[in-house]
């Protein structure tokens, strides 16, 4: 086995200029398949979610679903594609044991949307336009599960289970023009594009987008450039790169691999390569077909899709607030600057705080938490803002407890703590934890009574008029009831006290 030769990133990017187009595809929410009227709920038991049609059987017929159709419509125009005036599906044909029709219904060389852009910002704020060649509707295929062997995957597995619940659920497959222009940025860029279609694509309220169940699926295509290349290089397709910090990993490991390829004299074989979580590193998967391999023919069991432009415009019409018009409004409601902004965008809270204005929070208590304690939180715990297992309307409920005195500042962290370890809603924790502030006067009273009498000679003081003395007996209340009790009020009854 030759050893793997990668060069030093920054070379790579003195040296030559990567080329990329990345391909997304989505599985869109709708109730039922592209073609039939299965269900498409993810994670139901096995091959319960087929019929004839989906299964390929013999005289089944496929009748196209309207609601996937004015979805790829809505993805075109928020991608500011032209729809086409008519259009048709093709038959892609090859044989995969998940593909019971022995081809797929896809569209091919007459796409429902094409030739728009999508203008995604960095995280410094630089803006960079990735153009789009195309959105194209298509069907999913099914799922095979390896069994035995180590990997999961086919190689080495005893034998192989198909489950058809995914065939026939309507995808859209979103396709870059050539990402050019790039330089050191390419997998920044690369991330920063899944991302802001994710977004996109969850305002649009079409899909789950959700990378980690495949409800949104990246394949990332790359080549390099020498400096002074007139044509681009030979392209490498790293399939199914399953993260957003996959995507930007994939992007940069097929750079450094390529550049020492091509700088050792070596040539790049167009080729699929799969990506390694664990390893980072990519492998050769298999040969690229050409599209002839596929022989593509217009699907006869299907009539053209020729969408009235009266439709397309009243489509236009249903497209929701845009996630960089919301984020422009967010900033100037809030009255943040450009960088705050984007420091809340970075680590993904805006969403998550205006969810927790919208439960009632005011907004600038709403941003210090998620920004403060909660990215803490988030950080030591190794996982994203979204991911910690506490929710907006949770955040929203213990900054309602703080400002009605029932929680200090130091009770509401320990009861997000509570909520984060699962012990239930905010108010539970504060039932099961004990945590309300002890507002009661007559029991700070006694608690006072005994840290006074506890310390004979810091009560003299005070009652000699030294007040600033109180503190030690504020500590020794706090710490008596277990810091649930309102400082500023135990001072007052110490003064009381003690005058
Ligand atoms: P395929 O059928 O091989 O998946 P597609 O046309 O669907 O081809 O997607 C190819 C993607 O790769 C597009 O995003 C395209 O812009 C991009 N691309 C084409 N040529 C190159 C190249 N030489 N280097 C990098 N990306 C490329
Ligand atoms: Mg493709
Ligand atoms: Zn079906």
């Avoid at 299964?55 to 729809?83: E, F, K, M, W, Y």
């Avoid at 809270?349 to 600038?364: R, S």
């Avoid at 009861?415 to 099961?432: C, H, I, N, S, Y």
């Amino acid at each position: 086995m030759t050893t793997l030769e990668l060069m030093d990133y920054d070379d790579v990017v003195a040296r030559f200029d990567p080329v990329m187009g990345l391909e997304v595809h989505v599985e869109l929410s709708t109730n039922t398949k592209m073609f039939c009227g299965c269900p498409t709920a993810f994670g139901a038991e096995p091959n319960t979610q087929v019929c004839p049609t989906c299964l390929g059987l013999p005289g089944s017929l496929p009748a196209l679903n309207g609601a996937a159709v004015q979805s790829a419509i809505r993805i075109g125009l928020a991608l500011n594609c032209s729809i086409a005036q008519w259009c048709r599906f093709a038959r892609k044909n090859y044989f995969y044991p998940d593909m019971p029709k022995n081809f797929q219904t896809s569209q091919y060389d007459e796409p429902i949307a094409f030739d728009g852009f999508l203008d995604v910002t960095l995280e410094d704020g630089e803006v960079v336009r990735v153009g789009i060649e195309r959105a194209h509707m298509e069907e999913d295929t099914g799922k095979s599960l390896h069994v035995g062997g180590a990997t999961g995957r086919i190689h080495g597995a005893d034998h192989s289970l198909l489950d058809y619940n995914r065939a026939g659920v309507p995808l859209i497959e979103i396709v870059t023009k050539p990402i050019t222009g790039t330089g050191a940025r390419a997998p920044e860029v690369a991330r920063a594009y899944v991302t802001a279609l994710r977004d996109l694509l969850k305002a649009l309220d079409v899909s789950d987008v959700r990378m980690d169940q495949g409800s949104l699926r990246c394949d990332a295509n790359l080549s390099l450039m020498a400096k002074d290349a007139a044509e681009f290089g030979t392209r490498t397709e790293t399939k199914n790169v399953n993260s957003l910090r996959s995507v930007e990993r994939a992007v940069r490991f097929e750079m450094t691999r390529q550049a020492a390829l091509l700088a050792s004299g070596g040539s790049i074989t167009q080729e699929t390569r799969h990506f390694d979580e664990a390893t980072g590193h990519t492998s050769a998967g298999r040969r690229k077909e050409t599209s002839e391999d596929y022989r593509y023919f217009p699907e006869p069991d299907l009539v053209p899709i020729a969408p009235s432009r009266e439709w397309v415009e009243e489509l236009r019409g249903t497209l929701p607030e845009m996630p960089w018009e919301r984020r422009r409004r967010i900033q100037s409601d809030w009255g943040l600057s450009d960088a705050e902004l984007r420091d809340l965008v970075n680590v993904g809270a805006v969403d998550l705080i205006a969810a927790t204005a919208d439960a009632g929070a005011p907004p600038a208590e709403a941003r210090s938490w998620w920004v403060s304690y909660l990215a803490q939180q988030a950080n030591s715990r190794g996982v994203e803002l979204a991911e910690l297992p506490i929710t907006p309307a949770q955040v929203a409920a213990v900054i309602a407890l703080v400002a009605s005195g029932d929680l200090t500042k130091a009770l509401a962290r320990e009861v997000v703590d509570g909520v984060l370890a699962g012990e239930g809603e905010p108010a539970d924790v504060v039932e099961k934890r004990g945590l309300k502030v002890v507002s009661d006067d007559s029991a700070l009273y006694a608690a006072v009574d005994e840290a006074l009498a506890a310390q004979p000679d810091v009560a003299a003081k005070i009652r000699d008029g030294k007040v600033a003395a109180a503190g030690a007996i504020v500590g020794a209340v706090m710490k008596a009831t277990k810091g649930q009790a309102d400082a500023k009020r135990v001072r007052e009854l110490i003064i009381e006290r003690c005058s």
